[in-house]
């Protein structure tokens, strides 16, 4: 038996002083006490948080950080970006991946987050036929998240055009496996194959570019009961696109075609109608806002109070990894509402946190998780109170001013993983990180 005590942790109730959370030997949280600290117990100094969950990544994104913003991109947009993008996706193989992964799944790890859900399209080699193992990519990023010491969920994705009515092309055909037959196939396989105490698999369409209409209902069937994620509405353009050729929004299309659900999470959803906040709202469809990614690729700022008060969910993701900062991307996301709204305090600290936590591991399929209460998996965050950020702020309000870089330590399933910024089996992040991102760029 572990247990942690804490001087301030976030419970369901709000935030709570002296807390004892006692830990059993499943990593499950067993009894959560008002106590004094006892003999043995681990202190965790400032607030402490539940684990974070980032509920949309592109892990090999990662490797685009401080790359974008010169020569031929300089004053790009986000189609100038993809273009680099499809650079790096073309040079990764399941070894190199799996370096990078974790590296970057590592950063996650030191920032707080305790579970991630990929959004997993880089599936086959670089002229686009399958690996002898067909899911050898997505075997890549389960090892790199056991490695790193994380829950995964992999979101496989259905990827089978390059725009609506056009083929695949040069870098996609990595991402396509011909028909929805052929992709279900694939990530049934994965669903037996590659799940484990730490792993669970949903699927993904990428978006109404990717997926013809005839196909989205199939894609929808797969994987019943698990999670269910899109991209939605990211770009003006593709919206336009979508009505040109369906004479609807990439919303309405989704809900005709049966993909929208209280399974299913939009991901992004920034140019939305009115119509497509209701239907969102009224199907009980999640919504992962990236605030920090949609700000780097000149997005714009979707209606999330809106989408909140129409019943939506709302969760985060960092998405391209321009920022792996959980605290910093449920702050854009009220700056955003902010700067929309010409208002403040658009949600609470506790609705930012909730973000960050419990509803985003809802999303991925672990809705035991993301809170610190008896049953849950034993993933906490300790964020110090008394760095140049947090001093002297009121611990109720410390998620509103605190970054990962506050973050003291961090435990998942009852370990400590993490501890003042380094990795406890990975050591210096910054030299794996580097280390991996260099090859892949010589």
Known sequence: MLSY????????????????????GDGT?????????????????GVVLPGFANAHSHAFHRALRGRTHGGDAA??????????????????????YFRLARAVYAEMVVAGISCVGEFHYLHHAQDGRRYADPNAMGEALRQAAAEAGLRLTILDTCYLTGGIGEPLDGVQRRFGDGDVARWRERVEALDRDGT?????????????????????????????GRPLHVHVSEQPAENAACHAAYGRTPVELLHETGV???????????HLSAGDVALLGGSGTAVCACPTTEADL??????????????????LGSDQHAVVDPLGEARALEYGERLRSGRRGRFTPAELLKTATAAGHATL??????????????DLVAVRDDTPRTAGAAPEQVPLVASAADVAAVVVAGRVVASEGRHTTLGDVGALLAREIERLWA
């Open 5 to 24: 005590w804490c001087e301030h942790a976030w419970l369901p109730e709000g935030l709570t002083s002296r807390v004892l959370v006692r830990v059993g």
């Open 29 to 45: 949280i067993t009894a959560v006490e008002r106590a004094r600290p006892e003999p043995g117990s681990h202190r965790l100094p």
């Open 75 to 96: 004053g790009g947009t986000f189609w100038t970006w993809r273009d680099t993008m499809y650079r790096v996706a073309e040079r990764l193989d399941p070894d190199s």
């Open 196 to 224: 484990d105490a730490t792993t669970r698999v949903g699927a993904a369409v990428h978006s109404v570019r990717a997926v013809a209409a005839p196909d989205l209902p199939e894609v929808a069937a797969a994987l019943p």
């Open 260 to 270: 929208l659900s209280a399974r299913t999470t939009a991901v992004h959803a920034t």
């Open 298 to 315: 000149a997005d714009g700022l979707g209606p999330m109070r809106e989408l909140a008060d129409a019943g939506c969910s709302l969760c």
């Open 365 to 378: 399929g672990w809705p035991e998780a993301g809170v610190i209460a008896p049953g849950a998996p034993a």
